[in-house]
């Protein structure tokens, strides 16, 4: 069998990485010696500054460079400039206010890293972890907050695979109210998909990602089908010699079985789009204005959010939501308090509990996450398994909303790390954010 | 000498035409029958409805069809679905609220067409101007508000060349600060633009458009400049052969010289483009984070604006702009308010000024706009020199702020006509216009 990719192609593949936005926990990535956060800083390296900017410190989607560290970390705070999107309306309302109590002392916080000797700061954490923004509620007030590089509190940051647990909850959502049934195949609700692998799987196998899918992220490996979904994803003129599906859905239709459903936790991206086509089969709304009605029109958000889309106005509920830190921190207070805003239940607190249920730790075991030792995944939630019954929603550069229940905390981290692999940061996160809640439980 | 287009080059040129949004007053256009506006509704139309839409249904920007009628009517309210784009925040405050005081018998006041034998209602002129949003405020206060189509409150709508009287307003607020000068020669600010038409003429020659170029925004001419202007500042990726410059600023250092500057009005887009570099050179800032600092920030807004931008992430100063419909009435009530918001002056008086001083009628009767005898333009903005001293900023589908001081009121419109030139509307509309001045001037 022959294997031609035409230059044409691998250009479009080249272009096309540039829309996919997904977690690959299994990214193998040779080591090398990235700029420091500090060298790193997007603003100090003049991206994009000047009228015109001069021509090395030019970036857009034209050519994939900017999505290339370091540049990625202006990127990720200007998505919108660099390509098409869909507004998630915070609605016309006043904004709700957060109080706040800093807490000076948690930056020098102690921690000791997964595999290290020795230990280190909090606020050390935050550069070591290539940090963009970070805040910390405990019992709904601001303890902790502050931004690097080109984000502000009037900006808004990709969040990448931190997206698919907004999907994931809007789905739980449906559950909840009745309008999804997660006992029914995909196929039920969207047609389009029998011939696919995702046929005869069942919605509550792709929300919680125990179907068998042919389907690699392994972007060192140019025969992977996350290329194949990432070309059929970008919104740009195709190349003439383009003959593969165009748009997510079109993708989603190509999906081969490898397995079978059920038996073991398996993360691919495209789960989180067929939820997505699923939800928006059963509500007639895509997950951009589900999201708008649902929650971000109803808890006071500062500034509406975002969704890339492809070439049909098709967001990518697997990775292309992008949000402000105060605002993804109000989600976050939101699920923490199991749906319910200033006495008012905004979503069923069925469909929060749902999440904190967890999944099936044994499926879980049989996936390749040597970090996440006794973890589950459920409704695209991250669940740590600890004894704070912490979980949590997670980007590729190192996003997050860290929801401890617990410890009444929820942290937002966004982020733009070197590597696109949060076990490069795992190890100097999970036990920072492990070491603020203890701290914050024990406080006077 | 040969002129051979491509066929690549044809396909650029045919998409660049999606990125160029320029009153050409002169555009001729052959009278075809067109969708009435109620056969036309882009929500009874069905674009980009459905998961898919129905491949005879989808929008976007990888062909140009988006921007044809009526296509267009959806279009003009999702530009940020089709394109990249830049954002004008809105700060994070609570928005402003403006008081009610709806007026019903405005839809019944009768107004005679220009050229027309027999009268027509305001509300009949709606529907015949291919109306989206309009909003009357009378001293302040909204006496008239109606949403078509695909906009709704809480929805932006592309303004087109209203865009230019934003950057017309920015350079007079910077003349009026005593930052710009508007006696220095172009090229003062932008040595770039030195060899280009621009060079020798000055920035108020820029600002009033009395520079001669040799540009042509004839859409009907395959040669004409304005398909160059709009291939450079698309931001898709550019084909193979593509030899012209890239980006908006790079244009305008190749716009050549058509006779002497000063003498006569001429309405070019590539003013205003050139205009916006000037006020980034001056303030280190693009127009899109300037107008957001003076302006858009300041008054309450309800919602974030947007540019669209081309590959070097410069805000398309002459047609790129999208805000909501109650926030550009904000912005006309500022205007009329002569910069003062709820008692603190906002923007300089003197800015406001030099806009209603208007301008040279002489040089403005050298022009082609049969329509609008005894004109004049003056910052940008069209000065009616109508006994109310009204003045207006205009799109090319019928987008408007019309600003009557004598009669305390500003009327926004939205709207997507068919025919690319105000002066398809004008009979119908600014005849409507003043016969509500005169309504509630004389209401008790």
Redesign the interface.
């Known amino acids: 069998m022959k294997n031609i990719i035409s230059s044409k192609m691998l250009k479009l593949i080249i272009?096309a990485y540039i829309f996919c936005f997904v977690i690959t926990q299994s990214f193998s990535q040779t080591k090398t010696s990235f700029l420091s956060a500090q060298e790193s800083d997007p603003i100090k390296m003049g991206w994009?500054q000047g009228?015109?900017?001069p021509k090395d410190k030019?970036?857009?989607?034209?050519?994939g460079s900017f999505f290339n560290f370091p540049a990625l970390r202006w990127s990720v705070v200007?998505m919108?400039?660099?390509?098409?999107?869909?507004?998630v309306?915070r609605?016309?309302?006043?904004?709700s206010k957060f109080s706040y109590q800093l807490d000076t002392h948690i930056d020098s916080i102690q921690f000791l890293p997964w595999g290290a000797k020795n230990k280190m700061s909090w606020a050390a954490s935050l550069w070591k972890n290539y940090t963009d923004g970070i805040l910390i509620l405990h019992k709904g007030k601001i303890v902790y907050e502050r931004y690097f590089g080109a984000l502000k509190?009037?900006r808004v940051h990709a969040v990448m695979s931190l997206t698919k647990s907004f999907t994931g909850t809007l789905a739980s959502i449906l559950v909840s109210e009745g309008l999804l049934n997660d006992n029914k195949l995909v196929s039920y609700y969207v047609p389009e998909l029998k011939n696919s692998a995702f046929g005869d799987a069942t919605v509550r196998q792709v929300m919680d990602m125990t179907t068998a899918l042919k389907y690699s992220e392994d972007y060192a490996d140019p025969h992977a089908e996350i290329w194949a979904f990432s070309a059929a994803g970008n919104?740009?003129?195709?190349p003439k010699d383009y003959r593969g599906p165009i748009?997510y859905?079109?993708y989603l239709e190509t999906v081969k079985k490898a397995g079978k459903h059920g038996e073991a936790f398996g993360y691919k991206t495209v789960n989180a789009d067929a939820l997505g086509?699923i939800i928006?089969?059963v509500t007639?709304k895509?997950v951009a204005q589900l999201l708008s009605e649902k929650i971000w029109s109803r808890i006071g958000m500062?500034?509406?959010a975002?969704y890339q889309?492809d070439?049909?106005?098709?967001p990518f509920a697997g990775g292309g939501f992008n949000a402000g830190l105060r605002d993804l921190a109000r989600f976050g207070q939101l699920i923490l308090n199991k749906g319910n805003w200033n006495g008012k239940q905004i979503i069923p607190q069925q469909a929060i509990e749902d999440i904190e249920i967890g999944g099936s730790k044994e499926k879980f075991a049989k996936s390749d996450h040597p970090l996440l030792k006794g973890w589950s995944y459920r409704d695209m939630w991250w669940i740590t398994e600890n004894a704070h019954h912490a979980f949590t929603a997670r980007g590729v550069y190192g996003q997050t909303i860290y929801i401890d229940p617990k410890a009444q905390m929820v942290i937002v981290r966004l982020a733009s790390e070197p590597v696109a692999a949060n076990s490069n940061n795992d190890p100097w996160s999970l036990p920072a954010y492990n070491a603020v809640a203890n701290y914050l439980m024990n406080k006077k």
């Open positions: 272009t994009m009228f015109p900017p030019i970036l857009n989607a034209a050519d200007h919108r400039q660099l390509m098409p999107t869909v507004n309306s609605g016309l309302q006043a904004p509190e009037d919104p740009f003129p195709k748009g859905y079109a086509w928006s089969k007639g895509s500062e500034q509406s975002f889309v070439a049909l106005g098709i």
